[in-house]
């Protein structure tokens, strides 16, 4: 039989918010252990949480930029629990009355991805398990985190990897989130089930917890997946349950313990008041959400002539769309700034890392300096990409670079003048060209550009060079 | 008593110091046997009373509280001060903070003789529950102070703090304070800070004064009264209460509710009549209301506060503070067994029971259902406000019981709060005050209910009461201080 | 009513062991007190609703950090610490 696999993913995204959710520790990654801590962040007896409302903030924002509808009240509730990382043996979250609800986005395909919810929760200490001992750093604890909830939706590995890349680029567009897997910033949990092509009933479900790579992502889901398929044909039951994925096995593996036996016993949090949520307060925030990313895209590609590739490259890092959006200002071609940000400065780097903070000496106004040179014709590609690139090493600005003279331009009359002299000193390539060899041209076409500093437009420099040798002969 | 001190301490009659070592040698001579203290912190308190003498030397202003010495319930955070919250499991825990009410009333001088013994984890009607054993009635040590608040109330009514801070969240100031022959205020919901009280039942929890007086009661409430950034839900005070400790109460409508009369010890209810007769004769009136909707508030009581118990006491865990289990297999066992062996049984009883109603299957049947019900009783003190301003009830319905017969069956316990929890349901302030004695000479209490915010209007018709019976339900208690 | 497997699961939940010698007693308690909480099963709530004790609404705090306390009074309460870290071993005898 074939099967179809049907997965619905959680996403935890860390907020980028200076402080924790409710106290007023720093939220900086790292850190001495334990450093970044108070009696509320601990949970030590008769601390009280006070909500920051930068959280609901960027809640609120991330809704919006996907297209959720905002409550006007919600609440926060605990979900209670005892492990070692969760101090107070409650985490504070959103059970019934999230923040937004109803999203969805598009994938490339056209299909739509519903978001059931987004909530706003706190995150929990980190454990490190040693030599028979554990120990605990409360640093991460207090984090606020938004836990986005999609439909299960999903029915490929790639749809949820662009889903991913989606969520990713867009929490950085709209400043709430670096979404850093690697530092757990984003984690992931994927439900997994699967059913036969045709089906419209789900299959029992598990759940893979904390994926924190897209590669692992793909190689969890497809092991989960071949394994229940297995456990289906054999004629069992796929047993709905949490599951670890094994990195160096390459498996997933049940989770499952007696003391795992979780029953959240969810109810309101009574050390916090209600949000209520007004829809100026919605239309103000809708204000300090940027032009989205898939937005940006379509535009650069309909408006701006760039190709698709050219316009996800650029969009792909917030820096440098900003970058170049500044330095197109007052452009009729913008497809100059592309190829040079794309061939040019995107080699200076060498992670994505690097292009994602775009750390470079050149300031738009001068980039858009040296676009409007080279839309005017007053120089060259050549000269253009020339510059740059020491504009990019030495942080020089672009009438350092070039001189009055570059800058100048050339005038058809030097032009001519210029060619002629090509042809009056390379008689030999002449006396070729007229012999057939076209290709002969070129050598005196290096005569110019070698004798205009490379300012001269090379197609029109051939064209005159062969008027002045038909017009001789 | 307050203004009686600072009076002394202003005239110069007794310095600081001496004050705080007359009560620091009373409580060596009497808490052995009243085990009102669980921890005194004499140097502490005489080293805050040098500089207090300091700060009177040099003729500055002082303020009213400034040089009293009191007591705090052991539930209160101290920074620097022990708070177990009388639980083997908290044995040895140093909060690194104060709670936002102590932070409050040190800074206005309030000098700390020690923490007081309570229920463990205020869960109890009679102080016994406390891992140091209960705290004595002053008036007679066969029989208990109360709870929880039961230290806080001994010592105060012993006469060996000036006044104290206990909590109440089903009635732990009130009873203790009417067993002990005391005022209590239970202030309402919201109008103290929270922040540092380590939590019972959050939504019910709040912390008010137990004092000898209704002055005393105005003077602290209104220091401990103010909106604090720590506590999400605090509003404050509405107004000062001491500015209006004397306004006149005629035409003042008294509600009295049958509901509060069921089964209630014959003597205490001819003490509460012979109020009222008081009160008719200042001009106050007395008017018949009901009250239908608390006739489920002790269940609904017992399942709100106890979800959020097995709530809050999940954190006991022995990982960063408190007691430690030594021998486990896992973490996990480590956990449970630190638990087991460090909660108390009633605490657990409650934890289960929280766990009970809150655990899927059983959520809506109890849990909902009891928010429900909480809803009718909120919205039935509402409509009896239509008609009255105050209610008057008996605050228990008996007197304290002897020591030692609250540990047979814990439901039957339970059935004594049967006055006081409808008011913490309904985030209600009320007062309690002495209004007589039985005929074993142990003191007997009635309540004042006001609407959300009325503290003012309460005291002012406690302070009036006591004065019309010319204080004659107050007792001073032999070797306690007595200025 | 409650059963003893009930109780134990209650237990589990709320990380308390209960001993063979004390689940009889506690079995019993617990059949009482919920017996009690049953009593509410005869109230009629009509159509009440309750949201919260309190009616306050948007009580936030601003995005300004405050200074950590220092990680020796966060660890101060804690008898196993180590390198800035609450430790706890995995396992503890004592003989």
Same mark, same amino acid.
């Given at each position: 039989?074939?099967?179809?696999?049907?997965?619905?993913?959680?996403?935890?995204?860390?907020?980028?918010?200076?402080?924790?959710?409710?106290?007023?520790?720093?939220?900086?990654?790292?850190?001495?252990?334990?450093?970044?801590?108070?009696?509320?962040?601990?949970?030590?007896?008769?601390?009280?949480?006070?909500?920051?409302?930068?959280?609901?903030?960027?809640?609120?924002?991330?809704?919006?930029?996907?297209?959720?509808?905002?409550?006007?009240?919600?609440?926060?509730?605990?979900?209670?629990?005892?492990?070692?990382?969760?101090?107070?043996?409650?985490?504070?979250?959103?059970?019934?009355?999230?923040?937004?609800?109803?999203?969805?986005?598009?994938?490339?395909?056209?299909?739509?991805?519903?978001?059931?919810?987004?909530?706003?929760?706190?995150?929990?200490?980190?454990?490190?398990?040693?030599?028979?001992?554990?120990?605990?750093?409360?640093?991460?604890?207090?984090?606020?985190?938004?836990?986005?909830?999609?439909?299960?939706?999903?029915?490929?590995?790639?749809?949820?990897?662009?889903?991913?890349?989606?969520?990713?680029?867009?929490?950085?567009?709209?400043?709430?989130?670096?979404?850093?897997?690697?530092?757990? @910033?984003?984690?992931?949990?994927?439900?997994?089930?699967?059913?036969?092509?045709?089906?419209?009933?789900?299959?029992?479900?598990?759940?893979?917890?904390?994926?924190?790579?897209?590669?692992?992502?793909?190689?969890?889901?497809?092991?989960? *997946?071949?394994?229940?398929?297995?456990?289906?044909?054999?004629?069992?039951?796929?047993?709905?349950?949490?599951?670890?994925?094994?990195? *160096? *096995?390459?498996?997933?593996?049940?989770?499952?313990?007696?003391?795992?036996?979780?029953?959240?016993?969810?109810?309101?949090? &009574?050390?916090?008041?209600?949000?209520?949520?007004?829809?100026?307060?919605?239309?103000?925030?809708?204000?300090?959400?940027?032009?989205? &990313?898939?937005?940006?895209?379509?535009?650069?590609?309909?408006?701006?002539?760039?190709?698709?590739?050219?316009?996800?490259?650029?969009?792909?890092?917030?820096?440098?769309?900003?970058?170049?959006?500044?330095?197109?200002?007052?452009?009729?071609?913008?497809?100059?700034?592309?190829?040079?940000?794309?061939?040019?400065?995107?080699?200076?780097?060498?992670?994505?890392?690097?292009?994602?903070?775009?750390?470079?000496?050149?300031?738009?106004?001068?980039?858009?300096?040296?676009?409007?040179?080279?839309?005017?014709?007053?120089?060259?590609?050549?000269?253009?990409?020339?510059?740059?690139?020491?504009?990019?090493?030495?942080?020089?600005?672009?009438?350092?670079?070039?001189?009055?003279?570059?800058?100048?331009?050339?005038?058809?009359?030097?032009?001519?003048?210029?060619?002629?002299?090509?042809?009056? @000193?390379?008689?030999?390539?002449?006396?070729?060209?007229?012999?057939?060899?076209?290709?002969?041209?070129?050598?005196?076409?290096?005569?110019?550009?070698?004798?205009?500093?490379?300012?001269?437009?090379?197609?029109?420099?051939?064209?005159?060079?062969?008027?002045?040798?038909?017009?001789?002969? | 008593?307050?203004?009686?001190?600072?009076?002394?301490?202003?005239?110069?009659?007794?310095?600081?110091?001496?004050?705080?070592?007359?009560?620091?040698?009373?409580?060596?001579?009497?808490?052995?046997?009243?085990?009102?203290?669980?921890?005194?912190?004499?140097?502490?308190?005489?080293?805050?009373?040098?500089?207090?003498?300091?700060?009177?030397?040099?003729?500055?202003?002082?303020?009213?509280?400034?040089?009293?010495?009191?007591?705090?319930?052991?539930?209160? #955070?101290?920074?620097?001060?022990?708070?177990?919250?009388?639980?083997?499991?908290?044995?040895?825990?140093?909060?690194?903070?104060?709670?936002?009410?102590?932070?409050?009333?040190?800074?206005?001088?309030?000098?700390?003789?020690?923490?007081?013994?309570?229920?463990?984890?205020?869960?109890?009607?009679?102080?016994?529950?406390?891992?140091?054993?209960?705290?004595? %009635?002053?008036?007679?040590?066969?029989?208990?102070?109360?709870?929880?608040?039961?230290?806080?109330?001994?010592?105060?009514?012993?006469?060996?703090?000036?006044?104290?801070?206990?909590?109440?969240?089903?009635?732990?100031?009130?009873?203790?304070?009417?067993?002990?022959?005391?005022?209590?205020?239970?202030?309402?919901?919201?109008?103290?800070?929270?922040?540092?009280?380590?939590?019972?039942?959050?939504?019910?929890?709040?912390?008010?004064?137990?004092?000898?007086?209704?002055?005393?009661?105005?003077?602290?409430?209104?220091?401990?009264?103010?909106?604090?950034?720590?506590?999400?839900?605090?509003?404050?005070?509405?107004?000062?209460?001491?500015?209006?400790?004397?306004?006149?109460?005629?035409?003042?409508?008294?509600?009295?509710? #049958?509901?509060?009369?069921?089964?209630?010890?014959?003597?205490?209810?001819?003490?509460?009549?012979?109020?009222?007769?008081?009160?008719?004769?200042?001009?106050?009136?007395?008017?018949?209301?009901?009250?239908?909707?608390?006739?489920?508030?002790?269940?609904?009581?017992?399942?709100?506060?106890?979800?959020?118990? #097995?709530?809050?006491?999940?954190?006991?865990?022995?990982?960063?503070?408190?007691?430690?289990? #030594?021998?486990?297999?896992?973490?996990?066992?480590?956990?449970?067994?630190?638990?087991?062996?460090?909660?108390?049984?009633?605490?657990?009883?409650?934890?289960?029971?929280?766990?009970?109603?809150?655990?899927?299957?059983?959520?809506?049947?109890?849990?909902?259902?009891?928010?429900?019900?909480?809803?009718?009783?909120?919205?039935?003190?509402?409509?009896?406000?239509?008609?009255?301003?105050?209610?008057?009830?008996?605050?228990?319905?008996?007197?304290?019981?002897?020591?030692?017969?609250?540990?047979?069956?814990?439901?039957?316990?339970?059935?004594?709060?049967?006055?006081?929890?409808?008011?913490?349901?309904?985030?209600?302030?009320?007062?309690?005050?002495?209004?007589?004695?039985?005929?074993?000479?142990?003191?007997?209490?009635?309540?004042?209910?006001?609407?959300?915010?009325?503290?003012? %209007?309460?005291?002012?018709?406690?302070?009036?009461?006591?004065?019309?019976?010319?204080?004659?339900?107050?007792?001073?208690?032999?070797?306690?201080?007595?200025? | 009513?409650?059963?003893?497997?009930?109780?134990?699961?209650?237990?589990?939940?709320?990380?308390?062991?209960?001993?063979?010698?004390?689940?009889?007693?506690?079995?019993?308690?617990?059949?009482?007190?919920?017996?009690?909480?049953?009593?509410?099963?005869?109230?009629?709530?009509?159509?009440?609703?309750? =949201?919260?004790?309190?009616?306050?609404?948007?009580?936030?705090?601003?995005?300004?950090?405050?200074?950590?306390?220092?990680? =020796? =009074?966060?660890?101060?309460?804690?008898?196993?610490?180590?390198?800035? !870290? !609450?430790?706890? =071993?995995?396992?503890?005898?004592?003989?």
């Amino acid at each position: 039989m074939e099967y179809e696999i049907v997965m619905g993913l959680e996403t935890h995204v860390e907020l980028s918010t200076n402080t924790k959710i409710f106290c007023g520790c720093t939220t900086e990654f790292g850190g001495e252990p334990n450093t970044h801590c108070c009696p509320i962040c601990i949970g030590l007896p008769g601390t009280m949480p006070k909500l920051n409302y930068q959280v609901v903030r960027y809640a609120i924002m991330a809704g919006l930029s996907l297209n959720c509808e905002i409550a006007e009240i919600a609440k926060m509730d605990r979900k209670n629990y005892v492990y070692p990382d969760l101090p107070k043996a409650y985490q504070i979250s959103q059970y019934d009355k999230p923040l937004c609800e109803h999203g969805h986005i598009e994938l490339s395909s056209g299909r739509k991805i519903g978001i059931t919810r987004i909530h706003i929760e706190e995150d929990a200490g980190k454990l490190i398990h040693e030599r028979g001992q554990t120990f605990i750093d409360y640093n991460r604890g207090g984090v606020p985190l938004i836990e986005i909830v999609s439909e299960p939706d999903f029915r490929s590995v790639d749809e949820v990897t662009e889903y991913l890349e989606y969520l990713q680029l867009t929490m950085r567009y709209i400043g709430v989130s670096d979404c850093k897997m690697q530092e757990g @910033s984003m984690r992931c949990d994927v439900n997994v089930s699967v059913r036969p092509v045709g089906s419209d009933k789900f299959g029992t479900r598990t759940e893979l917890k904390n994926m924190n790579s897209f590669t692992n992502i793909a190689k969890a889901v497809k092991y989960e *997946a071949a394994r229940q398929i297995d456990v289906i044909e054999s004629g069992e039951k796929v047993v709905q349950e949490t599951r670890r994925f094994n990195d *160096a *096995a390459g498996t997933t593996e049940s989770m499952r313990g007696k003391e795992d036996a979780h029953d959240y016993r969810y109810f309101r949090e &009574p050390d916090l008041v209600t949000i209520s949520v007004s829809n100026d307060e919605i239309e103000q925030i809708r204000k300090l959400i940027p032009e989205l &990313p898939n937005k940006k895209i379509s535009k650069y590609i309909k408006e701006y002539g760039l190709s698709e590739v050219d316009a996800k490259l650029l969009v792909k890092y917030k820096r440098v769309a900003d970058f170049f959006e500044k330095s197109i200002d007052g452009l009729k071609v913008y497809k100059n700034c592309s190829n040079l940000i794309i061939s040019l400065i995107f080699s200076k780097f060498e992670t994505e890392e690097q292009k994602e903070q775009f750390n470079i000496n050149v300031e738009p106004e001068d980039m858009n300096e040296l676009l409007k040179l080279l839309e005017a014709g007053t120089i060259r590609n050549n000269v253009a990409k020339k510059t740059l690139g020491e504009m990019l090493a030495t942080g020089k600005k672009v009438k350092d670079i070039l001189s009055e003279d570059d800058l100048k331009g050339l005038s058809q009359e030097e032009l001519t003048s210029i060619c002629s002299k090509a042809v009056e @000193s390379n008689p030999k390539a002449v006396a070729d060209y007229l012999g057939g060899k076209d290709k002969a041209v070129k050598s005196m076409l290096g005569f110019v550009m070698k004798n205009t500093q490379g300012k001269a437009d090379a197609k029109l420099a051939e064209k005159i060079i062969i008027d002045i040798i038909k017009n001789n002969n | 008593m307050i203004s009686k001190i600072h009076e002394l301490l202003k005239t110069k009659k007794i310095s600081c110091v001496e004050l705080v070592q007359k009560y620091l040698s009373a409580i060596d001579a009497m808490n052995d046997e009243l085990i009102a203290y669980v921890n005194v912190s004499a140097d502490l308190a005489l080293e805050s009373a040098k500089a207090i003498d300091e700060k009177i030397a040099s003729g500055e202003d002082f303020d009213v509280l400034c040089g009293i010495p009191m007591t705090l319930k052991d539930n209160i #955070s101290t920074k620097g001060i022990e708070t177990t919250c009388c639980s083997n499991i908290l044995r040895g825990y140093t909060p690194i903070y104060d709670a936002s009410v102590w932070k409050k009333l040190k800074n206005k001088g309030s000098i700390l003789l020690g923490k007081a013994n309570m229920d463990e984890f205020a869960m109890g009607s009679s102080c016994e529950t406390s891992c140091f054993g209960g705290a004595k %009635n002053p008036h007679n040590h066969k029989y208990v102070a109360g709870g929880s608040s039961g230290g806080v109330a001994s010592a105060v009514g012993a006469g060996i703090a000036a006044y104290g801070l206990g909590s109440d969240t089903g009635g732990s100031i009130r009873q203790p304070a009417s067993f002990c022959g005391l005022v209590g205020l239970k202030p309402t919901y919201g109008a103290v800070s929270r922040f540092g009280l380590i939590a019972y039942a959050s939504s019910l929890d709040q912390i008010g004064p137990i004092t000898t007086s209704a002055k005393d009661a105005a003077i602290v409430y209104d220091e401990i009264a103010f909106k604090d950034d720590m506590d999400s839900t605090c509003k404050g005070k509405l107004c000062d209460t001491v500015s209006h400790i004397d306004d006149d109460i005629k035409g003042l409508k008294i509600g009295i509710a #049958s509901e509060y009369f069921k089964s209630i010890d014959s003597e205490v209810e001819d003490s509460i009549n012979k109020a009222l007769d008081v009160y008719k004769s200042m001009g106050a009136n007395v008017v018949d209301i009901s009250l239908p909707s608390i006739d489920y508030a002790l269940p609904v009581y017992y399942i709100i506060a106890c979800a959020e118990a #097995s709530s809050n006491l999940g954190r006991y865990d022995g990982i960063r503070y408190g007691f430690r289990a #030594s021998e486990y297999k896992s973490i996990h066992e480590m956990i449970s067994k630190t638990r087991s062996q460090g909660f108390g049984d009633e605490v657990k009883r409650r934890i289960l029971l929280g766990t009970y109603v809150l655990s899927s299957g059983y959520y809506d049947a109890y849990y909902k259902k009891a928010q429900m019900l909480r809803g009718n009783i909120v919205n039935g003190f509402s409509s009896a406000f239509e008609n009255c301003d105050v209610i008057l009830a008996p605050t228990v319905p008996m007197t304290a019981f002897e020591n030692g017969t609250t540990s047979r069956d814990p439901v039957e316990i339970y059935q004594t709060d049967i006055c006081t929890v409808s008011i913490n349901i309904a985030g209600l302030p009320a007062v309690s005050l002495p209004c007589g004695f039985d005929s074993k000479k142990l003191p007997i209490g009635m309540q004042l209910i006001g609407p959300k915010f009325s503290e003012a %209007n309460l005291l002012c018709l406690a302070n009036k009461f006591e004065q019309a019976t010319d204080r004659c339900f107050f007792k001073n208690i032999e070797g306690g201080i007595n200025l | 009513m409650v059963t003893r497997e009930e109780l134990l699961d209650l237990a589990l939940l709320s990380k308390l062991d209960i001993s063979d010698s004390d689940i009889d007693k506690l079995l019993g308690d617990m059949e009482e007190i919920i017996k009690f909480a049953d009593t509410i099963n005869a109230a009629s709530t009509g159509d009440a609703e309750f =949201d919260n004790i309190n009616d306050l609404q948007n009580v936030y705090r601003e995005d300004i950090v405050k200074d950590s306390f220092l990680q =020796d =009074d966060i660890l101060r309460n804690c008898k196993t610490v180590e390198n800035g !870290f !609450f430790r706890v =071993d995995n396992h503890n005898h004592v003989e």
